[in-house]
């Protein structure tokens, strides 16, 4: 029955052991060696029971998604679990690790559920932009009630063992050993003449509309743009329409296979491959060891820095936090205390955590105590001299191998690694505000940055829960120099005639989280004007003449913060469009002679998500982004690039370089050279007929 599924019977109990490493996926040698593995129990006069379980670190975490897209060899899963659950003997699903997707099912249509105490049990296939195709949203509704089942399927969130227990979809939890416990199950369960069972034989919970129609809102909140939790929906209201248990079950999986040649689906199948594609850095050998990294220090308590020591608390890292003053310190010590005690406030965070973090933190505002560091985060002010006076400092009081990394956004840490004296130690780690919250992370490697430098700042990106993505030196790396070309396309709309509410409404229609100029007014219109100030000397007239932040905030207006930017805002932060802002292009318009002019949706859409394709393309060019895959997951992860269309370079691919090149020139004729000359490897691909990706 293959390698993947081995087979074997003992005092009566027949075991059935799946070894599919790393994550035993249900690949079609599993499915294949389940088929017969079943059909030999179903022969075998001498085994009256039947346990699952797996081999390695993990139950199997769902169906194979690199068999997806390609012809599915028989057994397909759907059918092979309508098997399982016609067993005429009981079979019992034995789970650990991570039970998920298809995995989940496969225990489902087991008769009988033992756990592992540490067991997860999910349904991640919204995130795939699929559904649960095997039985999921049949059984689940079933097994454990409406609420559940939705809140599961659509979410795409995780429940633990107990959870399951409580929740009627796992029948015992063991602390102990879980092959051990599951063989006293079966033993059991065959001394009481207990047979099979089935979720087929269950009726479905009473229909509860309601629960559909606040599903319905929920997932549009937060799940906007994505056809899969709706579909998802859709497939547990098989349920109702009266048919026979398969007949429900062929349907659901019929809008599966449909879903997985959807371009959502493809998408969200690129951005889980490209997720794991990042962590393998190019140019690293494999042998390259990581520093051990026990202790870390933060050098500058702003909102960045306090939000990088909360996340490096929080994941069980001890910190040395170095503040400028007694006065700082306190400050930042307080704005943590007030972050975690509100999460204790509502629930999220218990006080032992709370308490456990705290402990793992001590202040200072003595830079060498940064001796016991063994990695250091800089995180003061946006100042290339105060920066490289930190560094200076840094490199004399750590011990030699502590890893100093800056968190700059855009300065220039080859000269931070000059300063520091110890350049084969220095490096970036970029995160994004706020720190102890979002998951991407731009570590930058220097020109002169030791190799296992770089794998230990990206194996620490990963120990701290973060997603690590690696980008060379340049202004802004991935994220803030492809935002800049964005911001800047934003304001020479604005100049043309576009009005803010309408280019911020293309963006979100496409699918960000809010448009550029809203984000503006989020992050503060005077840091972005200090941004657009330090890059002066290098503008053109026509990105000095677009001084519409500046215009705002010489008049006092900040964005969000002082109530009136792009948008003026309420008491609850809730925008509406600015009478002064019309009267500020207006005024700017006349001033300098400008014709103002209708623009239409698609010109915004594209002008806005070309300037950054094309700059991606510059920085694949310039080896700034190794991959098109950094640059995917970095503008996804960073500046929520609607994941469903697979970030900036796979979705310029689905079009067509050819097409984004053709409408990139015809913009370099219309907005000239300076801002649409094409990237010459845009250029070379579209020739070539090839995409970023292939
Ligand atoms: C489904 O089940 C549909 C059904 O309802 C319907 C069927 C009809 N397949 O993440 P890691 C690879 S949809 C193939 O770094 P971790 C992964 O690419 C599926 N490969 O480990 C990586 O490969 P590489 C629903 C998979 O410990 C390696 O395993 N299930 C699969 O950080 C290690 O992965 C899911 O969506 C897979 N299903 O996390 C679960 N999963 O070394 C997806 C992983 O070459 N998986 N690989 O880069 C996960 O969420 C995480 O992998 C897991 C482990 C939490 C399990």
Known sequence: MGE???????????????DNPPVNAASHGVRAGLASALARFEGDAEAGALIIRCAGRTFVAGADIKEFGKPMADPQLPDLLKRFDAAIKPIVAAVHGMVLGGGFELALACHYRIADARARFGFPEVRLGLLPGAGGTQRVPRLAGLQIAIDMITGGGQIGAEAAKQAGLVDMVTDGDLADAARGFARDLVAAGKGARSAADLS???DDPALFDAARKSVARKMRGQTAPLKALEAIRLGYEGGPFDQALDREYALC?????????????????????VAKVPGLSADTTARMVETAGVIGLGVMGRGIVMALAAA??????????????DAAMKAIRDTWAGQVAKGSLTQAEMDARLARITGTVEPARLVDADLVIEAVSEDIERKQAVFATLGSVTKPGTILASNTSFLDIDTLADASGRAADVCGMHFFNPAHIMRLLENVRTTRIAPDAVATIMAFGKRIGKLAVLSGVCDGFIVNRMLSKRSREAFFLVEEGASPSVIDKVVLDYGFPMGPLALGDLAGLDIQAAARKSRAAKATPRELRADFVEQMVAAGRLGQKSGSGWYVYDEKRKSSSNPETDALVSAHAKRHGLALREIGADEIRERLLYAMVNEGARLLDEGVAPRPHDIDIAMVNGLGWPAYTGGPMFWADQIGLATVLATIERFRKEQGDAYWTPSPLLARLAGEGRGFYA
């Open 204 to 206: 479905m919970p009473a």
């Open 4 to 18: 993947m599924v081995s087979y074997g019977v003992s005092g009566g109990i027949a075991e059935v052991v799946i």
């Open 257 to 277: 296979r449909e879903m997985v040649t959807g371009s959502q689906s493809r998408a969200l199948r690129h951005i889980f491959a490209a997720e794991r594609e």
């Open 316 to 329: 069980t890292v001890p910190v040395i936090a170095v503040a400028l003053d007694q006065a700082h310190l």
